[in-house]
Nanobody, 122 residues
Framework: QVQLVESGGGLVQAGGSLRLSCAASGRTVSMYVMGWFRQAPGKERELVASIKWRRDTTYYADSVKGRFTISRDNAENTMCLQMNSLKPEDTALYYC???????????????WGQGTQVTVSS
């Protein structure tokens, strides 16, 4: 079993930055695909960014390309999402998740954190 805990959310003005962190415990997730999802009120959960265990392959949603950067430290069982040039439309609950293989479908992800709120004011 894997437990995922997110941190780093908060309130920021448009154009600002936040860094989200995800800490895994219970068992190693070093072989898993790790991803960040977000869900805004009334909208479906969407994959924002993901990274393979070797860190040689990443995925970014078009809406965040060039602004967000995903990274992971397999030795520490952690993952981060650096978010720059934040926009009001980035406001959402952000979730850390782990999947056994590469897929953008949230149903593929086995383990989920509780989420951390990101609010971007205009």
């Amino acid at each position: 079993q894997v437990q995922l805990v997110e941190s780093g959310g908060g309130l920021v003005q448009a154009g600002g930055s936040l860094r989200l962190s995800c800490a895994a415990s219970g068992r190693t997730v070093s072989m898993y695909v790790m991803g960040w999802f977000r869900q805004a009120p009334g909208k479906e959960r969407e994959l924002v960014a993901s990274i393979k265990w070797r860190r040689d392959t990443t995925y970014y949603a078009d809406s965040v390309k060039g602004r967000f950067t995903i990274s992971r430290d397999n030795a520490e069982n952690t993952m981060c999402l650096q978010m720059n040039s934040l926009k009001p439309e980035d406001t959402a609950l952000y979730y850390c998740a782990a999947a056994p293989n590469w897929n953008t479908d949230p149903r593929n992800y086995e383990y989920w954190g509780q989420g951390t709120q990101v609010t971007v004011s205009s």
